[in-house]
């Protein structure tokens, strides 16, 4: 069956990745009665990424055979092992990039989960988190066993298609967009506002100018 790509890529200009992706879509959430998390199972070939993007926030996890991935960082190109169960989050409009190495003949396989941002800062909202002052940070490569379980029964409720229902897909993108912003929520700080009190009616820079009388005896 073939399934369309849910969770496209995009330029950071705006533009659509030629295709919506490089790989191949072989498991969809299309279908589901689920509005806030969408989750993909793809087939990703050897291929070169560079200043693209998710417009939601995507999780990406390895759940295949181990490959080779190279990232940008600072101007330059670092390049690790990524094995079964590693784990990359990508936070909405934030760019990056990176090359991806498979093994000749065989496919890394991900399962790609994609949140709605205005869905998860209603949920920042419900953990009384100031939602415009905390921001979600990119993580590449990491163990989370807890992450790792929630993406694996929302594709088990797909493969099974006995959990298909709203309440199902609801109750799971909460757990995890909980999960995202208590480990990987960052509180933005803010410049702090100066603020001067008047002293004999006197405004902050005339008060800051003015001299001590001199007494003489």
């Known amino acids: 069956m073939k399934y369309p790509h849910s969770i496209p890529l995009c330029y950071t200009n705006g533009e659509p990745f030629p295709g919506g992706n490089p ?68 936070p909405s409009h934030q760019p990056f990039s990176g090359r991806l190495t498979a093994e000749r ?37 990491i163990t989370d066993p807890a992450l790792r379980h929630i993406a694996l029964a929302l594709r088990a409720g797909i493969q099974t298609g006995d959990a298909l229902d709203r309440m199902y897909g609801e109750a799971l993108s909460t757990a995890l967009a909980v999960h995202l912003l208590r480990e990987y929520g960052a509180a933005v700080l803010r410049p702090k506002r100066r603020h001067f009190k008047r002293v004999f009616g006197l405004p902050p820079k005339r008060l800051l100018n003015r001299r001590r009388p001199v007494i003489v005896a």
């Open 23 to 90: 790989s191949r879509v072989v498991l969809s959430s299309v279908g589901t009665k689920w509005n806030d998390v969408v989750v993909e199972q793809h087939h990703f070939p050897s291929s070169k990424l560079a200043d693209v993007m998710y417009k939601r926030h995507a999780i990406c996890i390895n759940i295949g055979h181990s490959f080779t991935w190279e990232f940008e960082k600072d101007g330059r190109f670092q390049r690790v092992q990524r094995a079964r169960g590693a784990i990359s989050f990508f």
């Open 105 to 141: 003949g065989v496919f890394a396989n991900f399962l790609l989960l994609a949140l709605n941002p205005v869905f998860v800062s209603r949920v920042a909202k419900g953990l009384e988190f100031d939602a415009d002052r905390i921001e979600l940070t990119e993580q590449r490569g």
